[in-house]
Structure formats: C-alpha cells, structure tokens
Antibody
C-alpha cells in the first residue's frame, strides 16, 4: 500500500522559513516523480513544485520560484520542500503527491499524503 | 499560470448525465494530452478518475469518461449516483513542467 507521510508544517512569521518532509513507502520511490500541491483556505489545488524521479529536474510555479526549493533523497525515500521568505498567501495545507505512471515528470497524481498545515502569520 | 477554468457548481438527478468543462490555453490543455480529473469527497484525499484525457485507472467506473477539444477538456458522468456527489478538479501538464489545476466544481446530486 502506498503511503505518503508529510511533516514539518507549523506557524511561522512572514519572511521566515520552514522545511517540509514527505516519507514515502509502498512503492519504488526512485522510479516516480513527486510533487508538492497546496490548498489555501477556501481555494482550489495549486501545484507548487515537481521533482523528477532522479532529482535531476526541478520545476516550480511562478508564485514560489526563487523562494521554494524541492529536493529528494532516494536512499531515504523522502522528498523535501524548503520554503523561505514565506508570505501570508503561502498559508495552506501542503500535500505530497506521487506521479501516477512512473515517468520523469508528473502528468497525473495517483496518491496523496494527508497534508501538513503551514500558517504564515505574525 | 492562472488556474484552469471550471464551473463552480453543477447538478443533476440520479440516473442523469452531467458534463463538467475545464478550459485552459495552448500552454496547457491545448498543448498536451495530459489532462486528468480528480474526485474529492469532504475530508478525503483526491482520487484520480481520468488520466491522459480519456483513460480510466483500474477500478474506476466506466460511468466516468473524459474528452478534449482544443483548449477545453470535459468530464462526463453518466447514470448519476448519490455517491458521485463531490468536488471535481481537472488538471493539465503545462509548458512549465508542472501541473495546473482547475478551481474545482461542486457536483450536487439532487
């Protein structure tokens, strides 16, 4: 059974930093691209970053490019999201998610974590 | 990278068919055959219902079907059932190599 378990969320002041982690199990982690998707209160889903299966390709939404960094450690079956210069509009539940087909990029998502809440407020 | 455009809500009676549209641009829906649809019940994780425009993952009912024309994709649910009441999100692969989601559509089964 595929499991994705996020951690690292919390309350942070504007301008602060936070690192989210997502521990994966139940599949061959190194074969799948991964993504972080967030949902702000009352809003829809937003894909903020994608990382290829090897980690060699990283991609970002315009809203976070230059502030967020995605990475992965295939030896630990874990994907990370380093968030810096956080803003109020970054307040959201952040979900770690797995590519469906096992390709270099994420074309569709087949599994989601339970999410971790990030609140940016003074 | 504006969100794909979906109607906020649609409704139908049991047994009827409904269609949810999802409009993007040539940089996303129009440029790739990587449109997917997700069903989300309150408090639950999204469930993949359609991938690559019109393919169903194993276990998804054949009452769900997808299509695309130009920059607009559509999800059709036939033979509506009470359990289909949920939020539905479309997404597409984009020129930026990330996914772009729609704002979501609330389906009410009356």
């Amino acid at each position: 059974e595929v499991q994705l378990l996020e951690s690292g969320g919390g309350l942070v002041q504007p301008g602060g930093s936070l690192r989210l982690s997502c521990a994966a199990s139940g599949f061959t982690f190194s074969s799948y691209a991964m993504t972080w998707v967030r949902q702000a209160p009352g809003k829809g889903l937003e894909c903020v970053s994608v990382i290829s299966n090897s980690g060699g390709g990283t991609y970002y939404a315009d809203s976070v490019r230059g502030r967020f960094t995605i990475s992965r450690d295939n030896s630990k079956n874990t994907v990370y999201l380093q968030m810096t210069r956080l803003r109020g509009e970054d307040t959201a539940i952040y979900y770690c998610a797995k590519d469906f087909k096992g390709t270099y990029i994420v074309q569709a998502v087949s599994a989601w974590g339970q999410g971790t809440l990030v609140t940016v407020s003074s | 990278q504006s969100a794909l455009t979906q109607p906020a809500s649609v409704s139908g009676s049991p047994g009827q068919s409904i269609t949810i549209s999802c409009t993007g641009t040539s940089s996303d829906i129009g440029g790739y055959n990587y449109v997917s649809w997700y069903q989300r019940h309150p408090g639950k994780a999204p469930k993949l219902m359609i991938y690559d425009v019109s393919n169903r993952p194993s276990g998804v009912s054949n009452r769900f079907s997808g299509s695309k024309s130009g920059n607009t994709a559509s999800l059709t649910i036939s033979g509506l059932q009470a359990e289909d009441e949920a939020d539905y999100y479309c997404s597409s692969y984009t020129d930026s190599s990330i996914l772009l989601f729609g704002g979501g559509t609330k389906l009410a089964v009356l």
